[in-house]
């Protein structure tokens, strides 16, 4: 039996999915850099801005999110090959929630159980550190990622989230503690 935090498929013999270790900006970088490059609809930044990072600027921003206190990545990879990323930040305005941020799977791995797996791992996250939900943003005509979030459990909702983010619906999960 495979450990949770790894998928066999018949194309795909094993997928780790995990949190970001400290020191590891230079996956780190080609995951997020090509995720960029295949759904710049789905950040908030894009592949024209962070190429053009500076090698320090990269380690900084892999070591904040390895640490795990105000934000995290997960990543998926493939033997050496990063397959998909997830992040989840605390939103400025509301610390209460945790807001999913840069999710990207690769073409190869969507329809498998990826996305889900990073998605749960930062909703453990946001969980562990007493967060009342996940908030997240999906834009217009993205119609995959909106039935896999309803999928998931998140519902439509008319808030606003925080993190520079340009979608036009939003989405939430509330955590149903005792359940």
Not at 3 to 13: G, I, L, M, Y
Not at 50 to 69: L, Q
Not at 102 to 123: F, I
Request: charged share 25%; hydrophobic share 35%.
């Amino acid at each position: 039996m495979l450990p949770e935090n790894e998928h066999k498929t018949a194309s795909n013999p094993i997928i780790e999915v995990r949190h970001l270790k400290h020191g590891e900006w230079e996956l780190y970088r080609s995951i997020r850099l090509e995720a960029l490059q295949n759904a710049p609809y789905a950040f908030g930044s894009n592949y024209e801005r962070e190429i053009a990072f500076t090698e320090e600027k990269w380690k900084d921003c892999a070591e904040s999110r390895a640490t795990g206190k105000e934000s995290i990545c997960v990543i998926a990879i493939d033997g050496n090959r990063g397959v998909g990323i997830a992040g989840g930040i605390t939103p400025e305005n509301n610390p209460r929630v945790t807001q999913l941020v840069s999710m990207w799977v690769h073409e190869d791995v969507r329809g498998s159980n990826v996305a889900a797996r990073l998605a749960s791992q930062v909703e453990g996250w946001a969980f562990d550190r007493g967060s009342e939900g996940i908030v997240l943003g999906v834009n217009t005509g993205n119609v995959r990622a909106t039935r896999f979030y309803e999928k998931m459990g998140f519902v439509v909702f008319d808030g606003e989230i925080s993190h520079r983010s340009a979608c036009k619906r939003y989405y939430h999960k509330p955590f149903v503690i005792g359940a």
